[in-house]
């Protein structure tokens, strides 16, 4: 087994005994970044990420996240008190039961209940994640900013935030995420991290005017096509579902 020696994190800690943070702004590059025994943060902000901190945030028992609409199928069958869950480009797919909206999950329907959740970008980021060695990983958006800002806080571990982006392009409503994290805890990592500073940039020159700018996104415009506008303004919304949804054993549960 190669094991690889990251010296600029090391000589860092060495320093100011702080944990590094670094941000990843696509799945593309996430191969880049030492992961091992780091905490890895899913950002996928519209709007697994959204849904799953939302469903559990209700009540949800767990969250199921499969990559493949028969594997989907196929678990929501097996579990008892499952439903399943996805969409492709704003519509609900065929043979499954719901969508991708956190607008569908109240406490009133989802607690109690475990949620089979098929997607693309962030389902593939975090399976990336595992097998590259993390410590851990868990998911993250603008709902619940401030619970997984605590976490790493409280974990104090290095840190690497994975933007989920869109088909491995970058994005900005992730990056907007990461850079409102790094804002929060920045004091407490050492950050020489080109992606990181920017996004903190981007982040502190629209955080005042967030709906707005949002709606300049490409995936605003993509899915507002779809009638999907209060969903969007819900997933930049912050602290709304303040719970941290950690992977263990192929299900995420609320921390």
């Not at 990251?6 to 860092?12: E, G, K, V």
């Not at 609900?92 to 949620?115: C, D, H, M, W």
Request: a negative charge; glycine letters at 6%; hydrophobic letters at 40%.
């Amino acid at each position: 087994m190669v094991l690889r020696f990251n010296p600029w994190s090391y000589l860092c800690q060495l320093m100011n005994n702080k944990p590094t943070l670094f941000t990843a702004l696509t799945p593309a590059l996430l191969h880049l970044y030492d992961l091992k025994d780091s905490i890895v943060v899913i950002i996928d902000v519209f709007r697994a990420t959204s849904t799953i901190c939302t469903a559990l945030y209700n009540g949800a028992a767990k969250v199921i996240p499969v990559a493949g609409v028969e594997n989907c199928i196929a678990m929501g069958k097996q579990i008892v008190g499952s439903i399943t869950a996805g969409e492709r480009d704003g519509k609900v797919i065929e043979g499954l039961q719901y969508g991708n909206s956190p607008a569908e999950y109240p406490r009133s329907f989802i607690q109690g209940k475990t949620l089979v959740l098929t997607t693309t970008n962030g389902t593939k980021l975090l399976h990336m994640a595992l097998e590259s060695g993390c410590s851990e990983v868990i998911t993250g958006s603008f709902p619940n900013l401030s619970a997984v800002c605590a976490h790493l806080l409280k974990e104090n571990k290095n840190v690497v935030l994975g933007c989920s982006g869109w088909k491995d392009r970058f994005n900005l409503e992730d990056t907007l995420f990461a850079g409102a994290v790094i804002r929060e805890v920045k004091e407490h990592f050492t950050i020489h991290c080109d992606s990181s500073l920017m996004a903190e940039s981007m982040y502190d020159r629209h955080k005042d005017d967030m709906f707005e700018f949002i709606q300049k996104t490409t995936h605003w415009h993509r899915l507002s096509a779809y009638g999907l506008e209060k969903d969007l303004q819900y997933c930049v919304t912050p602290d709304i579902a303040n719970v941290v949804p950690i992977y263990r054993d192929g299900e995420l549960l609320a921390l």
